[in-house]
Every structure is written in structure tokens, then in C-alpha cells.
């Protein structure tokens, strides 16, 4: 299946700082990224979706000013998470996909905020 | 409306035997039912799926049956091998897949020796 790469796979920052995670789509081009939170040994929650070119939409209870979501290219998107505190830690996934394909899943980026 | 419900939670099945995993949407719009595969500390991994102009699919071991009228679809993992713990998510999603994807609670598999 097709690759989506995430980086990093693991990230520890403090308190009140900002952090950046990357998705990317290494042999397709993904029209649509996913972005999801999922905390420990529960679902995963869609945070936003994102197309190439246009601003991310983001699901109800999402604070878009602390998830900035970047889709500049039809193979990157990036996650800030601003200002992080330790509420913010958790597991982070995206996935990619074009039209009438299916989604391919990023490796996960683990956040812990100190 | 836009639920997904999963169950079992938790499956301790015995190496050998078969895995039935049952998920239950009610969004008639739905039309893609993918499983997923997650292992501790990466993504999910997509297994099998099935649209509902079919009510089973079968690749190796894996086995999808679907049931339109019930609202029903449910995964079968037949000769469950230790390699197979994992947890296991079902999804559904409408336009074929297109649209975002509704997750299920998930199912902790674990196969026991």
C-alpha cells in the first residue's frame, strides 16, 4: 500500500511552547489529510480535515487557533500545537488519501508535554 | 446518528481458534466499512473492507461479513495466531469512502498460546 510518513514519532517539549508535526505522503499525492488525537486505549478522534490549498475544517470542540493545520502541498501537511500544556499530550495520526482511494495511515507522533 | 458501536471491548481467544469482532452503525448513508489494525505505538493499518453491494469478503485469513437490513457487519479472524493481538477498530464512512472516516470504540484482541 501506499506510504504516509509522520515525523517525528516521538516529541517531549514544555510547557508553553509550540511543536510541529509533519505528515507526508511519499508516493502519492494526497488531495485530503486527516488529522486524529487518540488517547490511551481509546478511538481516534478526528481533529480536522484538510485539503491541498484551502483551510483545514475542523470538527466541533477544536480549538483551530491551538491546532494550526497546514496543507501547503499536495504531499505535506503539518500539526502545530501551540502554547502546549500537559492536556495537550497524546497521540497524534494523520492520514492521507486522494479521491476514491482508500486512507493510509502515518506511523503516529507521541506528544508529551512537561 | 453518526455512531459506530463495537464490541466486544476485550477478546482473549485461544491460538487456533476464530476472532469475531461485531460492529453496528445506524447512518444509512454509510456505504464503505473498512477494519483497521493498530498495534501499540503506530497508526492503524488498514486490513480489509467491504462496500454493501456485497455481504462477504474474504481475504486470507480475514473474513468480513456484512448485513444491510440489520445494520451489521462484523470481522472474523480465522486461526488466530499471537501475531494477530492487536486492537482492532471498524469505521464507516459515506460516498464510497470519500467522506471522513467514524471510528468504533475498538477491541482489544489478545491470543493466547
Known amino acids: 500500500g501506499a506510504v504516509v510518513s509522520q515525523h517525528p514519532s516521538r516529541v517531549i517539549c514544555k510547557s508553553g511552547t509550540s511543536v510541529k508535526i509533519e505528515c507526508r505522503s511519499l508516493?502519492?499525492?494526497?488531495?485530503?489529510m486527516f488529522w486524529y488525537r487518540q488517547f490511551p486505549k481509546k478511538s481516534l478522534m478526528l481533529m480536522a480535515t484538510?485539503?491541498?490549498?484551502?483551510?483545514?475544517?475542523?470538527e466541533q470542540g477544536v480549538e483551530k487557533d491551538k491546532f494550526l493545520i497546514n496543507h501547503a502541498s499536495l504531499t505535506l501537511s503539518t500539526l502545530t500545537v501551540t502554547s502546549a500544556h500537559p492536556e495537550d499530550s497524546s497521540f497524534y495520526i494523520c492520514s492521507a488519501r486522494t479521491q476514491n482511494t482508500e486512507a493510509f495511515f502515518g506511523q503516529g507522533t507521541r506528544l508529551t508535554v512537561v | 446518528q453518526q455512531q459506530v458501536k463495537q464490541s466486544p471491548q476485550s477478546l482473549i481467544v485461544q491460538k487456533g481458534g476464530i476472532s469475531i469482532i461485531n460492529c453496528a452503525y445506524e447512518n444509512t448513508a454509510f456505504d464503505y466499512f473498512p477494519w483497521y489494525q493498530q498495534f501499540p505505538g503506530k497508526g492503524p493499518a488498514l486490513l480489509i473492507a467491504i462496500r454493501p453491494d456485497v455481504s462477504e469478503k474474504k481475504e486470507g485469513r480475514f473474513t468480513i461479513s456484512f448485513n444491510k437490513s440489520a445494520k451489521q457487519f462484523s470481522l472474523h479472524i480465522m486461526d488466530s495466531q499471537p501475531g494477530d493481538s492487536a486492537t482492532y477498530f471498524c469505521a464507516a464512512a459515506g460516498d464510497f469512502g470519500n467522506e471522513k472516516l467514524t471510528f468504533g470504540t475498538g477491541t482489544r484482541l489478545t491470543i493466547i498460546p
Open positions: 484538510s485539503n491541498e490549498g484551502s483551510k483545514a475544517t475542523y
Open positions: 508516493d502519492f499525492q494526497a488531495t485530503t
